[in-house]
């Protein structure tokens, strides 16, 4: 994008606001729409690299990069780490800036660029999604990218996902951002969460003899609460943590007239989970494993609610 006189004496802010400003004036024509020349703004190569460490991507990883811009994300990832993957863009011109980026890289053979309107393309092969679009356009996004496979790893620069938390956040100084003006950056990050809200069953042995468990769940994206019930007495869950398909949680409950800790961990994998489960008492102890069904399904704080946003300007930046 070209940079008005004395652009480098602006305020990092205000630079911020106009590149906003344009391309939200942008997006409010319909015409515009279908125009895939619209102000690109890159990635600085320093934040590229940050981003590329977050979401630690390596050779068995493949990686979607959404309004892709010259290739510089996917290329980097194909250098440096053996990633393969793929980028998409509307402007023609920076899919075959990308096409020449990857040569002279030496990578071709694992990236590929394509035109093409990024609410149309497939995202289930992803382990590893990059981004630099708009807010709006992230939150339009977001139902779809919730839909992935749980432990997809998510990258955004400067834009977040609304009231989905990132589980990482970082803010860092680009010095090639604006045109080589310089400038703050963020990078957000997110572990695609399972779906695991609901109540699940199952029996530990005891004595002996099975003793039957209940866990209520709640879920709102990755954070998750509930309560379990142990001999028709109730107890809140602690230490709760969802990451990816990655599940744990304990809590004490009495067991046979005795205070028992419970520790369970374990992989979510559809209705089942599978993992370990630890219990210690004064008098009880002893590590199971775990295999737990859901009973029924609640609302999980998942499905997106809001009315779909123009999405114009989703090639706008990157």
Known sequence: MPLPPRWHEVPAAARFAIHVAALAALSLSPARALEPRVPYVPTPQDVVERMLEIAK?????????LGSGDG??????????GTRGFGVDLNPERIRESTVNARRAGVSEKVAFYQRDLFETSLTDATVITMYLLPQVNIELRPRLLELKPGTRLVSHDFDMGDWKPDTHIKMDAKDKYGGAGGASEIYFWIVPARVAGVWRWALPVSGKPLDYEVKLEQRYQVITGSAAVGGR???????????DAIRFSFTAEVNGASVKHEFSGRVAGEAVTGSAK?????????????????????????????RVL???HSAVH
């Open 72 to 81: 510089r994300i996917v290329v980097t990832a194909a250098r440096k780490y």
């Open 311 to 313: 999405h114009s300007v």
């Open 279 to 307: 219990m210690s008492g004064a008098r009880l102890q002893g590590q199971h494993d775990w295999n737990a069904r859901r009973m029924t399904t609640t609302s999980t704080g998942l499905r997106e609610l809001e009315p």
């Open 57 to 65: 991507v390596g050779p068995h990883d493949y990686l979607i990069d």
């Open 234 to 244: 109730a107890v809140k869950l602690q230490n709760a943590r969802l990451r990816g």
